[in-house]
């Protein structure tokens, strides 16, 4: 599609997902014909100690399962794996479930077959394929960033897993973009703000602190990736306006397109 004439073409529309390589999220847009405006908010660091990486690697065959909530997880966890274990994989016995096709498709290319997924594309999901009678007892492995909700964790406990959180990353507030966030909202151009992520919506939050964010974001969609982001929107008094069946980049585009061009 010629982006000059997309549907979205003369659309500006800022991203706000954490800078790493190619953006998708943009690719898809600008495919589209949208003006993409990248102002990442996140940032991904590594967390304070590689210590229980280390120590799980040490055993990666005392687990049964391994869980991924994140493609950036499943990324960053086999580097280390292979930088501190010298080891290219997870031993084949282990069963690996995810959360979205991104982080599956990050899992293959790791070099896990036949991975579980989830059918909602958030980290409850998994609660789905974890039933009680087959976890209770089972050693879990879970890489995640070091602040993440706790729910997931705390059911599989619960059902009598043992769980193994591995930290291997941590996201922090991109400081340095708050004056390019609140030039890019005075200037009251922007046709929709994406979020793909709970702690984007508390940083834009943050950063946006003493502005008038509903004044600045009046004729401005807010679009969210999933209910959990849609849900961090609420809490920071903002109301989404565009939230997707499904939590996919695909179909967060496709939503945009479709409320701007009725």
């Known amino acids: 599609m010629n982006p000059s004439t997309g549907p979205l073409a003369g659309k500006k529309v800022l991203v706000t997902r954490a800078e790493e390589g190619e953006d998708r999220l943009t690719g898809l847009l600008s495919a589209q014909g949208a003006e993409v405006i990248h102002i990442p908010l996140v940032r991904f660091e590594d967390p304070p100690?590689?210590?229980?990486?280390?120590?799980?690697?040490?055993?990666?065959?005392?687990?049964?399962?391994?869980?991924?909530?994140?493609?950036?997880?499943?990324?960053?966890?086999?580097?280390?794996?292979?930088?501190?274990?010298?080891?290219?994989?997870?031993?084949?016995?282990?069963?690996?479930?995810?959360?979205?096709?991104?982080?599956?498709?990050?899992?293959?290319?790791?070099?896990?077959?036949?991975?579980?997924?989830?059918?909602?594309?958030?980290?409850?999901?998994?609660?789905?394929?974890?039933?009680?009678?087959?976890?209770?007892?089972?050693?879990?492995?879970?890489?995640?960033?070091?602040?993440?909700?706790?729910?997931?964790?705390?059911?599989?406990?619960?059902?009598?897993?043992?769980?193994?959180?591995?930290?291997?990353?941590?996201t922090v507030k991109a400081e340095d973009s708050r004056d390019a966030l609140l030039s890019a909202l005075r200037s009251r151009s922007l046709e929709v703000v994406t979020f793909t992520s709970a702690s984007a919506v508390r940083h834009f939050v943050d950063l946006a602190d003493g502005a008038d964010l509903p004044g600045l974001l009046q004729g401005t969609r807010v679009a969210c990736l999933g209910e959990v982001t849609a849900q961090a929107t609420h809490d920071g008094g903002i109301h989404p306006d565009i939230v997707p069946s499904h939590a996919t980049l695909e179909e967060l585009v496709g939503a945009i397109v479709r409320e701007l061009v009725r």
Not at 70 to 84: G, I, M, N, Q
Not at 91 to 114: F, M, Q, Y
Not at 129 to 134: A, I, V
């Open 49 to 170: 100690s590689w210590e229980p990486l280390m120590e799980a690697a040490a055993r990666l065959e005392s687990f049964d399962r391994a869980l991924f909530t994140s493609a950036t997880a499943v990324d960053r966890f086999f580097a280390r794996l292979h930088e501190f274990h010298h080891s290219e994989g997870l031993p084949d016995r282990i069963i690996v479930s995810a959360v979205g096709p991104k982080t599956t498709a990050a899992l293959e290319r790791a070099g896990c077959h036949n991975v579980q997924h989830a059918a909602t594309y958030r980290a409850e999901g998994l609660l789905d394929l974890l039933p009680e009678s087959e976890v209770a007892g089972q050693k879990i492995l879970f890489p995640r960033a070091l602040e993440a909700r706790e729910l997931l964790v705390e059911e599989l406990r619960r059902r009598g897993a043992k769980v193994c959180l591995v930290p291997v990353y941590r």
